[in-house]
């Protein structure tokens, strides 16, 4: 497993988990909540014990998806016999999977404006693009091309 160092807007320094980790994290917490929200309906229909709970579960799925759209959904488990009759967490949860999904899979070629103006992945592509290219330079060339290229030098 692998930990990303990300640097946010703001240029704090964060630890992020891989998205694969935070998913399958995410929907174990959430098929475990919910489960629980069914089998131990007398516990946790308790307003204080249930609310606590709730609060902790919602906690614990918005570190790990950062999705506020997901949280704003968890809020529903404070609607009495709604909250606890819908598989919110679950729901809420494999949304957040599909978009995240979607994201990375047509998000992943996109330009942004910083820096070089070309995300690591472009820079990649670009560089595999000029090393399996058949022109007429060596090959020696288009590697020290693509080298510059993936270093941020030539653009």
Not at 121 to 148: C, D, F, M, S, V
Request: aromatic share 8%.
């Amino acid at each position: 497993m692998q930990i990303l160092l990300v640097k946010n807007y703001n240029q704090e320094t964060t630890l992020e988990l891989p998205f694969e980790f935070r998913a399958t994290a995410a929907l174990g917490i959430s098929v475990v909540a919910d489960t629980l929200d069914y089998v131990a309906a007398p516990i946790f229909a308790l307003p204080v014990i249930g609310d606590i709970a709730d609060g902790i579960v919602m906690t614990l799925l918005y570190r790990l998806t950062r999705s506020k759209t997901a949280a704003a959904m968890n809020l529903l488990e404070f609607v009495p016999f709604i909250g606890d009759m819908i598989p919110t967490y679950t729901l809420s949860t494999i949304m957040w999977i599909l978009r995240e999904s979607k994201k990375r899979k047509y998000g992943s070629l996109q330009l942004i404006s910083q820096g070089q103006g070309a995300t690591w992945q472009n820079r990649q592509h670009e560089a595999a693009t000029i090393i399996g290219h058949t022109n007429k330079e060596p090959l020696g060339t288009r590697i020290r091309k693509a080298y510059l290229i993936l270093t941020g030098s030539m653009r």
